[in-house]
């Protein structure tokens, strides 16, 4: 029987291609808890666990999610049986009280391994693929009208994306509504334009703000109050033709059908990360898909390894009726795998490899490690 031999994770910090400003923080680079495991037959698998912004985005920091699988879930797993993933799923839930980003990161590695010594693509473990290419949206969060104006047509012109996540919630509302019909002005019929909160709203900013939005072509307004106030975002929801989108507060099955049945959403943003692992968000799509919801494959802002890992997944269902934003590696000035997810004709590819269908570029992952010891090469020269 093959078994979990050793757990091993690393931090790496990747500078972003210009700041990121969301409403809660603005990023300058993105860090990732990277995870190997290490099989007794000799096999690897890799995960990756991703928050956004340090602790302003949710509960988990990259810090925690180290330091929950080094002291927590290693110890409980190193030593049982490789590839029964279902029952490391549950062993961590035992062990491990919510922390769902690090757990994810651990089932997803067991998840490549297993694809890996299997020799097929994970997205077979979960019944097989019926897209090869899904459309992806790209966010537009430089600060500046102007700026992302600029970023929309060329992302247009040149068949990256034509669809476009705004990041508002800092400004004023009036000001924000401001920019959204800006932006959605320059691109016209080219592109679909929606906007991410990030819980920044009060229930009656979003009265304004949704009445504004969908009056300036907005199509989705995600997450606009925060996640507590369910009752507040089941009215939104009612009252405004415009989709509105659960995000925050979507972490894992029981809060899909807790949102489903209020009817607190139209649509799911679902996260690998969030969900707690690719078995658990393939739940919260069952819930969606079941209560007649929209579904979109969100992100973390992962790097391609956790991009790889969401793709699998969502590469398995029927309709994303919203799409994709897995675009995380282009937001990084250098991606870690050895060969980039491609990106063209507004979609991104899922990659076909086994497991993941992915491999990092040590080269790439030593250079970008918060504790690396060695000096440091030059980007190039990596
Ligand atoms: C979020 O809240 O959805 C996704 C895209 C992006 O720019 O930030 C994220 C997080
Ligand atoms: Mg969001």
Redesign the pocket.
């Known amino acids: 029987m093959t078994k979990i031999d050793q757990i091993e994770t690393v931090v790496v910090d990747v500078p972003t291609i210009r700041g990121h400003v969301l409403s809660m923080a603005t990023m300058r680079s993105q860090t990732a808890v990277l995870v190997r495991i290490r099989f007794s037959d000799g096999s690897l698998g890799i995960g990756e666990g991703t928050t956004i912004g340090g602790l302003t985005y949710c509960v988990e920091s990259p810090e925690s999610i180290q330091s929950a699988i080094e002291t927590y879930i290693a110890p409980a797993l190193k030593g049982k049986a490789a590839d029964d993933v279902n029952t490391a799923i549950q062993l961590m839930d035992k062990v491990v009280r919510g922390n769902r980003i690090a757990k994810a990161a651990v089932e997803i590695a067991l998840w490549d391994g297993l694809g890996k010594r299997l020799g097929m693509p994970v997205s077979q473990l979960f019944g097989g693929q019926v897209h090869v290419r899904m459309p992806v949206a790209w966010t537009l969060a430089s600060g500046s009208s102007e700026t992302d104006i600029a970023e929309a047509l060329e992302m247009i012109e040149t068949r990256r994306h034509n669809i476009f ?1 705004l990041k508002i919630g800092k400004r004023s509302v009036r000001d924000d509504v401001a920019h959204v019909a800006a932006i959605k002005r320059a691109v016209g019929d080219a592109g679909s334009v929606r906007v ?1 909160i ?1 819980q920044a709203w009060s229930l009656h900013d979003a009265r304004w703000g949704l009445k504004g939005l969908q009056d300036a072509g907005c199509e989705l307004v ?2 606009p109050v925060q996640s507590r106030y369910v009752e507040a975002q089941r009215e939104l929801t009612a009252k405004y033709e415009i989709a509105v ?1 659960a ?2 507060v979507l972490n894992g099955p029981e809060d899909a059908l807790a949102i489903a049945s209020r009817a607190a959403a139209d649509v799911f ?1 679902v996260k690998v990360a969030q969900s707690g692992g690719i078995k658990r968000a393939s739940e919260v799509v069952a819930i969606g898909q079941a209560a007649g919801l929209g579904l979109y494959a ?1 992100t973390m802002l992962e790097t391609g390894l956790g991009t790889a890992a969401a793709l699998q997944l969502f590469c398995t269902v029927e309709k994303m009726s919203w799409g994709t934003e897995l675009f995380g590696p282009l937001l990084l000035i250098e991606d870690i795998l050895a060969e980039p997810i491609k990106y063209n004709d507004f979609c991104v590819e899922v990659p076909s490899g086994t497991g993941i269908g992915v491999a990092l570029d040590e080269d790439k992952v030593a250079y970008f490690d918060r504790d690396r010891s060695a000096p440091r090469k030059t980007l190039e020269e990596v």
């Open positions: 996540k991410d990030n995600e997450q989108m995000d925050e943003a969100g």
